[in-house]
Every structure is written in structure tokens, then in C-alpha cells.
């Protein structure tokens, strides 16, 4: 197995992916395949699903021998692949005769490489037994779906989290609006549906849940994965989050809403 990274924007958005996830599970199983590389879990408390994935043409390279599962700490494989330089190539890979470990290296591109880029970066990982029985996603029409700009996004929760530990969401078709209170005050941002990349909400409806903020804020920590981040909402549904990796790759988030009390 080799899988190869050299595309800057690319090897950014693969080291973001992981800042997410780690955030969300300590252990993490990559399930890889000739056609693609898939991960799929739950948080701790089982609050979100998160899904990824990616496409083997996404990558600069993708040599699948056989379909192969790879479980690992997910903070330990972060911490690795941060260590990334801009102009290196990320490569991982897998001996065929050591199944219990995997190689990352970080190789200077030619072309690229600046003074203090040269030195190759090679590393040892073990992997670890974790089970995990994945769950078939159903497709649902949602109620309401916007996107937004995804630094706007980070910049938002960021701050939203700053007031408060859950979030009401309230859709309409005049606007969106983002609520948060508690012990230190009230904090409410207002969206005007022009200021939304893309905005669609079923004609006289109106949506209002309640989610909680700090799994959002870990969700949209990042603005590196794509330049939009999409929500779909119902009120009978998990709500999702879609992040567009490109290449027809994708990773999404799903999580319920909050009951009222």
C-alpha cells in the first residue's frame, strides 16, 4: 500500500480532516480500498456520526494491493502529519509483510524545496485493534440548506462558544439566526439570506432546534477543508454539516438536536 499527498492545498486539507476527527474519537479506523478511503465513527457520547470520504483520484497517488483496514490513535497520527512542510510529499505506506504498522514520510519536493525543507522526515506507526460496525447513511430531503463561507463559519462559533453551551437555530425565509446565552451573557448573530452562499427552506416554513455548541465548534474548527460549509436541517432529523473535499470526496457530520425541557 502507498498513498501519496503532494498538492499543498490538498495535504492542508488531509492534516484538517484529522484536527477534526481527532477531536471526535481517540481512535480512528481508515478503511481503504482501490476506489477509495473511508472512515466512519461516533464521538464518545455518541452525540455525532462523522463520515469521510475521499476518492483514490484525490490523491497525487494510490497503490491498493488488497482492501485493507487501518485502526490507530488519531491525536498520535495528527501529530505526524502536522509536522508536514509545504513543499514535502506526505506518503504513506504499508509493507506487505507487517500489517501491524505503517509508515509516513515526508519527502522534499525538487522543484519546491526551500532551505530547511530538505531533510526527509520518516516515522513509524503501530496500528491497534478497534472495532467498529458502520452504519448505512439514509438519504433524506431536509427542510432547509444553506452554506456559508467556512472562515466566517469558524470566526462565528468561535464566538459563540464564548456565551454558551448550546445553540437555537432558527431558519425562516427572511433570515438565519444563531442563539447562545448563559452565565456570561447573550450572544445572537443574524444571517441575511443574501449574504448566504446558497439558500433553499420549504415555502412558509420555519425551523427552530437546539444543538449543542461545543460539538458544532469542534465540527467547524477549521476553514481548510473547502471554502464553504453546507448545514441541512429538519425537524425530524439529525442535522448535517457537508464539507466538499473536491474530486467528488466529501466528510460530513451528523447530529441530533437537543429535546426541549
Not at 51 to 79: G, H, M, P, Q, R
Not at 135 to 157: R, T
Not at 224 to 240: A, G, R, T, V
Request: proline residues 2%.
Amino acid at each position: 500500500m502507498k498513498i501519496q499527498i503532494s498538492d499543498k492545498k490538498k495535504k492542508e486539507a488531509f492534516v484538517s480532516l484529522f484536527q477534526i476527527l481527532k477531536n471526535c474519537s481517540s481512535l480512528i479506523t481508515m478503511k481503504i480500498s482501490s476506489e477509495s478511503l473511508h472512515i466512519q465513527g461516533m464521538d464518545k457520547s455518541h452525540v455525532c456520526l462523522f463520515d469521510a470520504k475521499i476518492n483514490s483520484t484525490w490523491f497525487s497517488s494510490f497503490e491498493i494491493k488488497k482492501d485493507v483496514n487501518l485502526s490507530f490513535d488519531s491525536s498520535v497520527f495528527y501529530s505526524i502529519i502536522s509536522s508536514k512542510s509545504d513543499s514535502q510529499d506526505l506518503i504513506i505506506t504499508m509493507e506487505d509483510d507487517n500489517e501491524d504498522t505503517i509508515h509516513i514520510q515526508f519527502i522534499p519536493q525538487e522543484k519546491e524545496s526551500k532551505k530547511g525543507d530538505c531533510f526527509k522526515k520518516f516515522f513509524k506507526m503501530p496500528l491497534t485493534e478497534y472495532e467498529y460496525d458502520e452504519m448505512a447513511i439514509p438519504s433524506v430531503e431536509y427542510d432547509a440548506e444553506f452554506s456559508l463561507s467556512s472562515k466566517q463559519i469558524s470566526d462565528m462559533f468561535s464566538q459563540l462558544s464564548n456565551f454558551g453551551n448550546d445553540i437555537v437555530i432558527k431558519c425562516s425565509e427572511e433570515e438565519i439566526s444563531l442563539t447562545t446565552n448563559g452565565v456570561t451573557g447573550e450572544m445572537r448573530v443574524d444571517i441575511p439570506i443574501d449574504d448566504l452562499s446558497s439558500y433553499s427552506i420549504i415555502e412558509g416554513e420555519e425551523i427552530i432546534l437546539t444543538y449543542s455548541l461545543s460539538y458544532i465548534n469542534k465540527m467547524c474548527i477549521t476553514n481548510k477543508l473547502s471554502n464553504d460549509i453546507e448545514f441541512s436541517l429538519s425537524n425530524n432529523c439529525p442535522m448535517k454539516i457537508s464539507y466538499d473535499l473536491g474530486d467528488n470526496s466529501l466528510l460530513q457530520f451528523f447530529m441530533a438536536p437537543k429535546m426541549n425541557e
